[in-house]
């Protein structure tokens, strides 16, 4: 007989199960998680998405905050382009979306437009199932921080110390121009009054009575090569200029408020310090946070960002932030010595709360090795003293 060698069966066949979950193994991550999230009401944050009428159906909102969730969870950080890949070929994504595609773009409108606000909070839920769970204890707190580099450019800094030195320079500058006009406007009496401060409504009233006084039109003012200037329009000039320098000066010392000495222009939040990754090898300093983490049990139970360059700044913004999260203080907050200062001792003491974070300038004992070594050198000195 001839042997007949053509396959008439196809290898990319159809086959059971037809459930995903049926394909995952019963202790896999993506159920763990499913589970954990099935017990949170997180219908709760969904509230601001619009409702259409007319096209296509959405997205289902709570697969696609569940499929954000558990992409940042196994990669720590994953892209948009990342996500939509995930539910084309990731069974665990597939199975969160139920088989549906989001593109990037629709991941991106969802996380910036409805999440975005809420983050915190479903941060929080999702500790708080997670403790009731595995009974946290909250009362013992391990804190530690690290300096991160801000999404800024670097050359755009903003000193507060450069700034007063230059609006203490500008009140000269303004002192030295009304003097000036107050010899030309003499034959009218008028004298204007001239201080060690200034503010910028005080220039503007300056302005506004000079206008009055010698019948100003803006209009006829010239400009450009050729042309001279009358001496009315270049006081005009000069005032309105140190009107907006001084208004500029006020706004870089506003931001950078009482508590920190600097800021970038491209993102006023963000604050110039000394980080660990000098990548650029010169000692320079970097617009950068300060991310704080209170860890308990294993568990991330607090995360708080700070513009503060020291540690020890850090700790009572994180303790208010612990109180207004859980209700109370922790008992045992344990930090190194970056954390020990007067002041956090002087909080944990009126909050009764443990201090057990060491003061920077304690000194040190000495180790016990140490200790023997030194008493038996002392020792065979002794015995060779008495030989001898």
């Known amino acids: 007989m001839k042997i007949s060698t053509i396959n008439y069966n196809n290898p990319k066949q159809g086959y059971l199960p037809l459930f995903l979950s049926d394909c995952l193994d019963l202790l896999d991550p993506v159920l763990t998680f499913d589970r954990l999230m099935g017990g949170i009401n997180l219908n709760k944050y969904l509230t601001d998405i619009p409702e259409y009428t007319t096209g296509r159906l959405r997205y289902n909102p709570v697969n696609m905050l569940k ?63 997670i403790f009731n769970e595995e009974h946290v204890d909250l009362q013992h707190i391990y804190i530690d921080g690290s300096k991160f580099e801000a999404n800024a450019n670097k050359y755009t800094w903003v000193w507060k110390k450069a700034t007063e030195k230059f609006r203490y320079k500008l009140y000269k500058k303004i002192t030295v121009e009304i003097e000036e006009i107050n010899k030309e406007i003499a034959w009218s009496e008028v004298q204007i009054s001239t201080n060690s401060e200034y503010v910028p409504d005080y220039l503007n009233e300056i302005i506004d009575q000079l206008m009055l006084l010698w019948d100003l039109d803006i209009s006829t ?45 491209t993102d006023k939040s963000a604050t110039f310090m000394r980080i660990k990754t000098d990548y650029m090898g010169n000692d320079q300093l970097l617009p950068a946070y300060n991310v704080q983490i209170g860890v308990t049990d294993e568990y991330i139970a607090v995360v708080d960002v700070n513009h503060y360059r020291s540690d020890m700044d850090c700790f009572i913004p994180l303790m208010k932030h612990f109180k207004q999260t859980y209700g109370f203080y922790p008992k045992y907050p344990v930090a190194d010595a970056g954390y020990g200062s007067y002041n956090n001792y002087i909080f944990c003491e009126q909050n009764g709360i443990e201090k057990y974070m060491k003061f920077q300038c304690l000194k040190r004992k000495p180790r016990i090795e140490s200790t023997m070594k030194i008493h038996f050198v002392q020792l065979i000195l002794e015995l060779m003293n008495k030989v001898s």
Not at 225 to 254: A, M, N, P, V, W
């Open 67 to 129: 499929t954000v969730l558990f992409g940042f969870m196994t990669s720590g950080y994953c892209s948009l382009r990342e996500l939509e890949d995930n539910c084309k070929v990731n069974i665990r994504f597939m199975y969160l979306m139920d088989h549906q595609t989001p593109s990037y773009r629709t991941f991106g409108y969802f996380i910036n437009e409805v999440l975005q606000d809420k983050i915190e909070n479903i941060f929080n839920d999702i500790n708080q199932a």
């Open 221 to 265: 003012f010239v400009y450009g090569s050729g042309k001279r200037k009358s001496k009315e329009q270049r006081h005009y000039e000069h005032l309105t200029g140190f009107c907006q320098k001084l208004q500029e000066y006020i706004e870089k010392i506003d931001i950078c408020g009482p508590d920190r000495n600097s800021y970038s222009k």
